[in-house]
């Protein structure tokens, strides 16, 4: 069986900004606020940062749920990885995440300014400046027969669409409006010429946009 690039649980505003503008340390999301973005997540039972029990079980749990299932590998551009620009100045930043980072496989993170690999836990970081193409052939390699997760952010999730190198897409839109940001689309039919689209929503108030491959 194939392996697969999928996009998985990619939430975007209502008007298709997967973050909004400012990135810093203290706002990876810029001016957006990833808890009214993700909140569909978070709130369910499988949610991988929950410290109480409880949680929502349904339609919203089964997505948090399927978020690793079969995944060997995660592609990300440097933004999703780090706030910094250019030349990195500082090697002992390593993520977001902290030492025990949510990927549990090989992640390459994009960028046109590479530095050794590390590893945290069981999730070692690669550093590529290479094209979609290219990097998704070593990620597969990588994954060991299992599927592909690109990560994001917006402007990655684009850069491999234009590739036509995009398998699956989960997108879920929630009612946030940004105005401003880092766009994923204009409107999901942007995609229908190359994507089946089946729209499913939740008693949350996301929804989830399903695509596959014609």
Do not use: C
Not at 40 to 50: F, L, Q, V
Not at 101 to 108: E, G, L, S
């Amino acid at each position: 069986m194939a392996q697969l690039l999928r996009v998985q649980n990619f939430t975007v505003s209502s008007d298709g900004f997967g973050a909004g503008e400012g990135q810093s340390l203290e706002r990876p999301f810029g001016h957006a606020d990833p808890g009214a973005l993700m909140s569909w997540a978070g709130a369910t039972a499988s949610w991988p940062n929950r410290t109480d029990p409880g949680g929502s079980r349904g339609l919203d749990d089964y997505f948090t749920r399927d978020f690793t299932h079969n995944i060997g590998a995660e592609i990300m551009g440097r933004n999703k990885f780090s706030p910094h620009r250019g030349a990195w100045k500082d090697h002992e930043w390593r993520g977001w995440w902290g030492d025990e980072p949510p990927f549990h496989t090989p992640v390459f993170v994009m960028t046109h300014h590479t530095r050794p690999s590390f590893t945290l836990s069981d999730t070692t970081f690669h550093f590529v400046d290479d094209e979609p193409a290219a990097v998704l052939a070593t990620a597969r390699e990588a994954a060991q027969g299992k599927d592909v997760r690109l990560g994001g952010g917006a402007t990655t999730v684009r850069e491999f669409l234009d590739a036509d190198l995009v398998d699956t897409l989960h997108v879920v839109v929630a009612p946030v409006k940004l105005g401003s940001g880092v766009r994923l689309w204009e409107s999901p039919d942007d995609l229908l010429d190359r994507f089946h689209l089946d729209v499913v929503p939740s008693p949350s108030g996301v929804t989830h946009h399903l695509f596959w491959r014609r």
